[in-house]
């Protein structure tokens, strides 16, 4: 399959906990996204990286939440001392650069998680 | 700014009858502009884009959507619903890489 993968599809912890997403894009894919979705909600923008460089990181949700890409490959998305509000759905996206192709996401199945 | 406005959470209509979802946007320049598709359980799906080319747009399994600059809509249409059809749909708005915009969804059901 060469898809966009998440791991784990889903995860269940207790509040203050600390959990780590990973997301493997399509391999020739330079652009990756991370987006949270609350349950009746669209997508709503975390941060996105082209290759290494996280350019856009302003929309993550508060200090406790970080992404990482180091090798511009798969990403991982933190979340420290989980909280109760953090439960959702949380996505990953990749794409081409490039003007035309903007916007062309293709999405992983997300991984769920709950935090009790 | 950009925004995206889905008029409808919910929509259902009968089998072999027509599809109408309804989207407006919002945008300070001219805009790209996506629907996708959301299946249970499944990944989002890119059903259909526009991008300044022509006005009506055709994508996957039979979908299209007109592009109104006059309007500032997107709806997206299909003249006979499938079964298969019942997911949630997405409005999608694109300024830039950073500024991929998600509308709150339609749920589109189908009556046998």
């Known amino acids: 399959d060469t898809g966009v993968s998440q791991n784990p599809r889903h995860k269940i912890t207790k509040r203050g906990q600390n959990v780590t997403f990973r997301c493997d894009p399509i391999?020739?894919?330079?652009?990756l996204y991370w987006y949270r979705q609350t349950l009746g909600q669209g997508p709503e923008f975390l941060t996105y990286f082209q290759n290494e460089a996280q350019l856009e990181k302003s929309r993550l949700l508060s200090d406790r939440f970080s992404a990482e890409r180091p090798k511009g490959s798969f990403s991982t998305l933190e979340i420290q001392r989980t909280e109760q509000g953090d439960s959702a759905m949380y996505l990953c996206?990749?794409?081409?650069?490039?003007?035309?192709?903007?916007?062309?996401?293709?999405f992983g199945e997300g991984s769920r998680l709950t935090v009790l | 700014a950009q925004s995206v406005t889905q008029l409808d959470s919910h929509v259902s209509v009968s089998e072999g009858t027509p599809v109408l979802l309804r989207c407006n946007y919002s945008s300070s320049y001219s805009p790209s502009l996506f629907w996708y598709v959301q299946h249970p359980n499944k990944g989002l799906q890119l059903l259909l884009k526009?991008?300044?080319?022509?006005?009506l747009v055709k994508g996957i399994n039979g979908f299209e959507a007109e592009f109104k600059k006059s309007e500032t809509s997107f709806h997206l249409t299909k003249p006979s619903a499938h079964m298969s059809d019942a997911a949630e749909y997405f409005c999608v708005v694109s300024g830039s890489a950073s500024k991929i915009i998600f509308g709150s969804g339609t749920r589109l059901s189908i009556r046998p």
């Open positions: 526009y991008t300044s080319a022509a006005t």
């Open positions: 996206a990749s794409s081409v650069s490039g003007q035309l192709r903007a916007g062309e996401l293709f």
């Open positions: 391999s020739e894919h330079n652009r």
